[in-house]
Structure formats: C-alpha cells, structure tokens
C-alpha cells in the first residue's frame, strides 16, 4: 500500500506555508493529495544549556502518532479503501523488526498504542473512511472519548488482542513502513530545526525497536548525502519506565524492563521514583512534562556526562495522561472534593 511513498531525494528549500512532515515526504501521484491536520512541524524547544524538547504532543491529537496516521490514511484512501481496521496485534507486531521476535520485550508501549488508535481513527474521519480500532484495558478516558466522538465502530478495550477480520485491516508491514517514513520524515525536521545539524544523542521515550532503527538510518542517511555538517550519527537511546514494586502488573513490567536493561545500551531505564521527582521538579520550572519525557530528563541527569546536545522526543501531550500524571505526582483531581455515584460533591 505504501510503495508509492518516500522520503525526499533533495534538502528541502525553506517554506513557512509548509511546515507539515509533507514538505519531506515524495508520493507517487495516486497520493498526490496527503490527508492532513497538520501533523509535523512541532517546536524544537529549550529546556536547559543543552538540553531540547521536541514536543511532538503539539500535533492535532496530541501524539507523535499523527504522523505515522496521516501516512496510512493517506495511502488508504488513495487506494480506494472505504474504511480501515486497526487491531492491537497488528500494532505490536508492526512495531518490531523482522529480525526481533515480537516476544521480546520493548514494543509499543499500551499508552502509544492508544495514541495510534485515536489518530487513525481521527485521520480517518477526516478521509471520509470508516474506521475500526482496538484500545487496550489501560486507555483514558479521552482516549474512549477521542474514538467514539470521531465515529469509528469500536471504542472499548479489547477483548482478545485485534480488530474484527475484513476488507480494509492495516497489515502490519504497511504499519511498519508508515513508522519508518514518520521517524525518518521526523528526524530530518529536527536537522532543518538545528540549522542542518545534527544532536549528539536521541532520547526517544517509549519508542519500539523499529522506531529506534528508522532514526538511526535517517541520520545515518542524513550525513552520507552530505545535507548535515555534524561530525557523528546521534546515538539513540529508547526510555522506559520501570514501575515501582506493588503496582497492577508490576512483575511482568519489572521483568520486562531489566531484560531490556540487559539486552542493549541504547535503552534507557528510569524508575518511577526518578519519573516522579522530574515530574515535579520541571512543573516547577513551568514546565508540564509528560511521564515519557519526564522519564528521558531523569535519565539525562543520571547520566551528566552525556556529550553535545541533548534533544528529547516527547511523544505524547502531558495532558492526554493526566491520570497517569495524577497518581505519580499524588495529586488528587479535584481537591477538597470526593466522587460519589459518580458526581462530584463537598466532602
């Protein structure tokens, strides 16, 4: 479905009336015409000397998922599709190399997995295609709200793994290559940002392996055509978050995460205790970090000594998890106050 579709073959000229991720993707001319909210040309903010933010939770439903939606849906329509199908099988299996068994730990994470569902979902509606995604037991509230308000014919958890069978179901290879355009599309928007330069580390918050291995060929890319100047490919490091002990799946999760520790140096595991004082120490600073990006600034002041410039590639907006940022922080959502059958009254 996405062999008509590639990255651009030439640097980009500067154009303040495209700064989608379009300005670096070529399509054949079936998808001459992406569908598009405007995902992509998200800020490149500073959080401290050396230090950036990437702050892809500023895309139209608030996910670096956007990207990859607007990819697929484009692709969809553009092959006469009438509507798509997303199942949580085809999600975790699309985010896995071939060469990784998808039992290992480290594919996409339930809450990123939602966020592709509400942005195919979204992406959809905007095509004029219906539309069957499969959310996961942990989703929001905005989440559910997300889907059902944009009409796709699923909205609950599921219940065993994949959306129904039919015409229209995204196979995971199209999910696969639709990740790889994103991040590559994605890494040469932060090049052009840092003046056709490029950081010396990538910290990507619960990115999958195939996330991981698309940047590391855009950059690698990147320096062979000659469009950057820096002297190295960034090194790039996937963040997860390890759980405290005693919480809901805490030994799958623990388990999950020291073989990951184990396994390979370019992933980065940050307890929660670690989350949570990054969490509050960058709220004091005004800024409103998301568990993921919270979890990549604590593993930045574990590990001082990391060289050049840091940029941190916040995948989802702080808000689409504010009951995971509400039980890190202790913060009770309406203070002074209790739910009772459901509506809110004094205590």
Known sequence: MLAAMETVSARPAPDAQSMTQWRYLQMAHAVAHPVTLGEGGTPLQTLRAGLLLKEEGLNPTGSVQDRVASILISAARAAGWMRVALGESGVQAGSMPSSIPNSMPGSMPDSLADALAVSVATYAAQAGLRSQVTLSAAASEVDFLRVAAVGADQAWPAKNGRAESGEGNIAAGDLARATQLAARALAMELAEQMRWKLP????????????????????AWLREQEWV???????????????????????????????LRKVSDAVGIVEEEHVRAAMEAWARKGWLLAPGAAAAAAYCEQHAALPGSTVIVNPRAALASAGEMARLLGIRRYPGRMPVGGIITPQ
Do not use: D, K, Q, W
């Open 200 to 219: 010396e580390t990538l910290l990507a918050p619960g990115a999958s392996p195939l996330e991981m291995l698309a940047y590391e060929n855009a950059f």
């Open 229 to 259: 100047s820096s002297p190295h490919t960034p090194r790039c490091v996937a963040i997860h978050i390890a759980p405290a002990m005693g919480g809901p799946g805490t030994g799958p999760a623990r388990v999950a995460a020291e073989v």
